[in-house]
């Protein structure tokens, strides 16, 4: 009985990390096989970048779609608040504007991109103040990154509107390209682990 107090379950153990290398390893093949197929994407979209654009509008429609359906749905099961029609009203606006960059993916690409040109703004100001307030040693990266995500909105905005019909989707070509190329990276990773610990090997 005080053995079977003391010792825990072998099942209950957190897997470590080098099980679940171990687990991985051998699939590293697919893992970089999808690491290409994303970066081949992503340079796709890079060459056909007004095709991404509308890409990346309907996406980001689809999900405005979807967050607005499940305020309404929230809105509806919580009654009991007086204020519950609000949270109703507020995704049912949501929905609108999904169903509206559905309908109008080239003015949508255009709000979108004004509004990605002054979020890199604002944050980029943010930073810049937060990173002022750090030691010397971390501050100047961080300065230096908030400059240059200011510097991009910056242009963003003075080429708005003329610019939205590819900024959207030259993000989405670099987002995918470097996405597949960390996967690619992963994969490879896993693939060295492989031979070097043989196919029957442990990973501490």
């Known amino acids: 009985m005080n053995r079977m107090v003391g010792t825990a379950p072998h099942s209950l153990e957190p897997p470590s990390l080098g099980k679940s290398i171990v687990a991985l390893r051998k699939n590293w093949p697919w893992i970089v096989g999808f690491g ?17 654009t509308i890409v990346s509008v309907y996406l980001i429609a689809i999900f405005i779609i979807i967050v607005g359906g499940c305020e309404v749905a929230a809105g509806f099961g919580s009654r009991s608040w007086d204020r519950f029609f609000l949270w109703i009203v507020a995704g049912l606006c949501y929905i609108a504007l999904g169903a509206f960059a559905l309908a109008q993916p080239l003015i949508a690409a255009a709000f979108f991109t004004l509004l990605l040109g002054t979020g890199m ?20 990266p961080v300065v230096l990154a908030s400059i240059v995500t200011s510097l991009a ?4 905005l003075i080429g708005w509107p003329n610019n939205s019909i590819f900024i959207l989707g030259i993000l989405l070509g670099l987002d995918l390209l470097v996405w597949g190329v960390g996967w690619i990276a992963f994969g490879l990773r896993l693939r060295q682990i492989h031979f070097l610990a043989g196919t029957d090997g442990e990973v501490d």
């Open 121 to 140: 703004i604002v944050t980029g100001l943010i930073r810049l103040y937060l990173g002022l307030q750090f030691d010397d040693g971390i501050r100047g």
């Open 36 to 52: 290409i197929l994303s970066s081949l994407f992503g340079v796709a979209a890079l060459f056909l970048f007004f095709s991404a």
């Open 153 to 156: 909105g910056f242009l963003i």
